[in-house]
């Protein structure tokens, strides 16, 4: 399968529209010439202001210089000592937004993740932030690539248009700002993280 790009001027605007644009776009990644590729169905969207549970909150450091880059650009970084989370830098170069990339449907390359996830369920292959960087060999390296022009990873538009319904509610796992309705998911999907 040929996989489209999405249009640079698709990643600037507010965070919380490009989290729900997301919804339904491919997440393409070529790991050593194999495709790995899954329809975005949940996100979560951090914001430059107003937003406690952001790493943008604390202001520019070394871990979230990417953040504040340009739209486009992913940020990619480890937590709990142990996992990768990959996010879509949003908004204005230098304010410190981006989207979180929650869940995916596998579409391409599915044996390849099965392996990398060393998992046959398919349902459990990419729903979560960290099994599908597992599954789709995301790390520290992506960190700052380009998705604009990246060979190795980048969103593309899916083969045709599916209409859905955007349930939004709250994010998970968060402490701060954990009120605030930024999580998207596509409704009746079987491979969101949460319902």
């Known amino acids: 399968m040929k996989y489209r790009r999405v249009n640079y001027k698709f990643f600037k605007g507010p965070t919380e529209e490009i989290a729900q644009k997301l919804l339904g776009k491919l997440l393409v990644r070529n790991y050593n010439g194999k495709i790995l590729a899954g329809k975005i169905v949940e ?6 202001e107003n937003d406690l549970a952001s790493h943008s909150a604390v202001g520019l ?3 979230n ?3 504040f880059g340009e739209a486009g650009l992913a940020y990619v970084y480890f ?3 142990m996992h990768y989370c990959f996010n879509v830098v949003t908004g204005e170069k230098g ?5 979180l990339i929650r869940a995916l449907e596998p579409i391409d390359g599915i044996e390849l993740m099965k392996k990398f996830r060393d ?3 398919i349902h459990i292959l990419t729903n979560g932030p960290a099994k599908l960087c597992q599954a789709l060999k995301i790390d520290k390296k992506l960190n700052g690539v380009d998705l604009k022009t990246s060979s190795e990873i980048f969103i593309a538009e899916p083969e ?4 859905f319904e955007i349930i939004t509610t709250t994010r998970i796992g968060i402490e701060k700002s954990k009120d605030l309705p930024l999580r998207f998911y ?3 999907n079987k491979f969101v993280s949460r319902k």
């Open 43 to 48: 996100t979560e969207a951090y914001l430059d």
């Open 95 to 99: 304010k410190g937004s981006a989207v």
């Open 119 to 121: 998992k046959d369920d």
């Open 65 to 67: 210089k990417v953040m």
């Open 186 to 188: 596509i409704k009746e």
């Open 79 to 81: 937590t709990y000592g």
């Open 160 to 163: 045709s248009k599916e209409v």
């Open 61 to 63: 450091t070394e871990r």
